[in-house]
């Protein structure tokens, strides 16, 4: 089973920057650790990450939208659209359009943030969404996907 894992803008730059906020984990680690815990289970995450909204639209339309059946397809999506979530409706239009289950992740509290961080556009047509536990958060997003189709993640 084939999941997509999408990182909004900024996301390249875990590690670095803000770290107070996201932590020290680098990008490439983060990826690499929900690889091989995806891989314990058979899952296999396709892993892609842009700063440009379009392209984060076309990577929906292409990995997560239309016939499942289809070659190259997903069964899920595990999305952090970064500051988008606040601001763009046409990427809540590209979930929303999405025939896999997308569940949206932010590593921060919003909540705890900027007032302009409170509302989400993109969350109320994603399955849940997962924000508060750094890289933890990407952990949580996976297993509440994986549960949509019965696989069992105990570590």
């Known amino acids: 089973m084939k999941f997509l894992l999408l990182h909004g803008p900024n996301i390249n730059l875990l590690g670095s920057r803000k ?6 984990v ?21 892993i892609k990450q ?16 239309g016939e499942k059946a289809d ?5 899920g999506v595990v999305f952090n659209p970064g500051a988008y979530a606040h601001t763009s409706v046409a990427l809540r239009d590209a979930v929303e359009a999405c025939t896999a289950p997308v569940i949206e992740v932010h590593m921060t509290n919003v909540y705890a943030r900027e ?3 409170h509302k989400s556009l993109i969350a109320p047509v994603c ?29």
């Open 19 to 24: 770290p107070e906020l996201y932590g020290t």
């Open 26 to 46: 680098p990008y490439e680690q983060l990826n690499a650790v929900l690889v091989d815990y995806a891989s314990k289970y058979s899952l296999e995450l396709i």
């Open 50 to 65: 842009s700063n440009h909204e379009g392209e984060l639209i076309d990577l929906l339309q292409k990995y997560a939208s």
């Open 71 to 75: 070659p190259g397809k997903v069964a």
């Open 115 to 117: 007032d302009f961080r």
């Open 127 to 155: 399955m849940g969404s997962v924000a508060g536990f750094g890289v933890l958060s990407y952990f949580m997003a996976l297993y509440g996907l994986t549960k949509q189709f019965g696989i069992e993640m105990r570590e």
